[in-house]
């Protein structure tokens, strides 16, 4: 029975990840997508409060300036990290998401990965290099649900 957050920047593949896990069977929930974040980019604190308080065991994926408020609810708060090479050609390439597409976006994600990540691997529980395969990165986050 664990709460995990799968964090980081645009492009390190949280997406992926928790695509793979739900395959697998576990409750997930992404907040790129649906109604967890609102208009302002920041969760929507009633909707997950709820999700948490009521879920024993789920795995959420998103980042957004409010998650912090939420940390003392998660068992593994992780952050996929990756080099902004491998960021930015991951943006490009994918069709599920469009966004990095821009040259501004991609601006962006660069600001983000000097201004955000260190605030997220600061008060990340554990750190997975995201530039390994996805199966390899999900076996990672697997474990960590184990323990």
């Known amino acids: 029975m664990v709460r995990m957050l799968i964090t980081g920047m645009s492009g390190v593949g949280k997406s992926s990840a928790l695509q793979v896990l739900g395959e697998r069977g576990y409750s ?58 491998v960021m930015l050609d991951r943006v490009r390439r994918r069709s599920s998401n469009p966004y990095g597409s821009t040259r501004a976006q991609q601006d962006e994600i660069r600001t983000n990965l000097e201004t955000v990540e260190p605030l997220l691997r600061a008060t990340s529980t554990c750190e997975i290099d995201a530039t390994q395969p996805l199966t390899a990165v999900v076996d990672r986050i697997e474990q960590l649900l184990r323990s």
Do not use: C, K
């Open 28 to 85: 997930v929930v992404d907040t790129d997508y649906g109604p967890w974040t609102a208009e302002s980019g920041l969760w929507d604190e009633v909707l997950m409060g709820a999700l948490l308080g009521e879920s024993t065991e789920v795995i959420v994926s998103g980042t957004v300036s409010n998650q912090g408020a939420f940390y003392d609810r998660f068992d593994h708060v992780v952050l996929l990290s990756a080099p902004i090479s």
